[in-house]
T-cell receptor
Framework: GAGVSQTPSNKVTEKGKYVELRCDPI?????LYWYRQSLGQGPEFLIY????????DSGLPNDRFFAVRPEGSVSTLKIQRTERGDSAVYLC???????????????FGEGSRLTVL | KNEVEQSPQNLTAQEGEFITINCSYS?????LHWLQQHPGGGIVSLFM???GKKKHGRLIATINIQEKHSSLHITASHPRDSAVYIC???????????FGTGTLLAVQP
């Protein structure tokens, strides 16, 4: 597609439920990132993929959070046993390469707003 | 103290004014990003720079690696420039970014 696409744009769920958030990056971008932005805060890093593998998952807050990118394109962020504190906008971004100055420009999706009641 | 600090946090300007937003960071970096976020909207990359100066239209970004400081300038500001401007740094050429808390800019007609 022309840009990074995230679905759903809004998700309301109840505490304890399972949630999946999907990110479809720009075609050909090898690097894919998940960030989380809480209200009034700057985004915080969660995980990034280089191809199919998670190159760095140090930002995942706990083992309820998991992400996959099985074919090196679409990625799914999975949250088990959701808690009210998980409420945030989950941002996905992709780049042609992971950080090189000429090819590392990040392209962000519109985000998935998760509300846990 | 945050690793990335921006100033001011809030800025109100009149249309046509020259605007400067500052970013200071305390870690070694491979690149610095300036990003724009409209209310309720997604984030758009404005600049990615590792040295010197870049210019796109009315926007100019500069960085001083020795002083660990960057500035974003907007010339001839316009109400459509109203947004949150975010500085973010990459410590390891991975795009694993550390974000500042943003500067909320309002340009009044």
């Amino acid at each position: 597609g022309a840009g990074v696409s995230q679905t759903p744009s809004n998700k309301v769920t109840e505490k304890g439920k399972y949630v999946e958030l999907r990110c479809d990056p720009i075609s050909g971008h090898t690097a894919l990132y998940w960030y989380r932005q809480s209200l009034g805060q700057g985004p915080e890093f969660l995980i990034y993929f280089q191809g199919t593998g998670a190159a760095d998952d140090s930002g995942l807050p706990n083992d309820r959070f998991f992400a996959v990118r099985p074919e090196g394109s679409v990625s799914t962020l999975k949250i088990q046993r959701t808690e009210r504190g998980d409420s945030a906008v989950y941002l996905c971004a992709s780049s042609q390469t992971s950080g090189a100055i000429d090819t590392g420009e990040l392209f962000f999706g519109e985000g998935s707003r998760l509300t846990v009641l | 103290k945050n690793e990335v600090e921006q100033s001011p946090q809030n800025l109100t300007a009149q249309e046509g004014e020259f605007i400067t937003i500052n970013c200071s960071y305390s870690v070694g970096i491979s690149a610095l990003h300036w990003l724009q976020q409209h209310p309720g909207g997604g984030i758009v990359s404005l600049f990615m720079l590792s040295s010197g100066k870049k210019k796109h239209g009315r926007l100019i970004a500069t960085i001083n690696i020795q002083e660990k400081h960057s500035s974003l300038h907007i010339t001839a500001s316009h109400p459509r420039d109203s947004a949150v401007y975010i500085c973010a740094v990459d410590g390891g050429a991975t795009n694993k970014l550390i974000f500042g808390t943003g500067t909320l800019l309002a340009v009044q007609p």
